[in-house]
């Protein structure tokens, strides 16, 4: 432990060292570039927990309003050592965004095995549900991260890649279930933003005239209208 404290200690002096002379000498900062993979246990888990911090902080404070330093603070780490494992905050988000995706991927979260039967109409139920519950427990988040789409490559091309990953593996349990029209990603992709339209609106004001629960279910009966087979 005491070894650990006196490596974070020169690490973070090194950095800031560093990063002060190529400051001063190129007039921007380039300290920040040698970043550490982790390959031992503990780095590993430390590294993960840096992540993990981050992205509860994004969550509860958003992304423009966490700072390294409220990030080191909450997870009990000195600014050089955050420095050590992420180029910067983007880095972390990054990072969290992918691990998270690939978790949900990984667990078959959107998979109609999560459900009890073959049915689609129970499918299309955990579906609607699940999505609901990623927008709305987390929605200043996913409100910042839908804006940053429109700004920032590396998110928007990890949503890209989440969401053809998504339709991709709903259209292969499908295909494993039976399922061998042709058309069949298509109609997954539109039954995919189906869902996306209505968590949206679902969040948002709408007409007095529009009931939500109405359009749940009218949500529903499509996407049971693309997906179930004639």
Known sequence: MFIDFLDEINYSVATQAHSLQITERYGFNMAKS???????????????HIMETGIEL??????????????????????????????????????????????MLDDHYFSIDQTDSDSIDAFASVLL?????????N??????????RHSDKEVAALYDKAEATIIMQVTNDL???GDSRTNLSERVYAAFHL????????????PPEISLEQMKKVTHDAICDLLKRI
């Open 58 to 103: 994004m969550i509860k404070k958003g992304y423009h309003r966490t700072t390294t330093d409220d990030i080191a603070a909450k997870a009990g780490v000195s600014t050089g050592i955050i420095y050590r494992y992420f180029n910067d905050k983007h880095d972390i988000l990054i990072a969290g965004l992918e691990f998270y995706f690939q978790k």
């Open 129 to 137: 549900d699940r999505f609901l519950s990623i927008h709305t427990d």
């Open 195 to 206: 869902i996306e339209g209505y968590c949206h609106m679902h969040l948002r004001e709408l």
């Open 34 to 48: 040698d970043i550490h993979e982790p390959k031992q246990k503990r780095s590993i888990e430390k590294k993960k």
């Open 175 to 177: 295909r494993a279930h």
């Open 139 to 148: 929605w200043d988040m996913h409100e910042e991260l839908e804006a940053m």
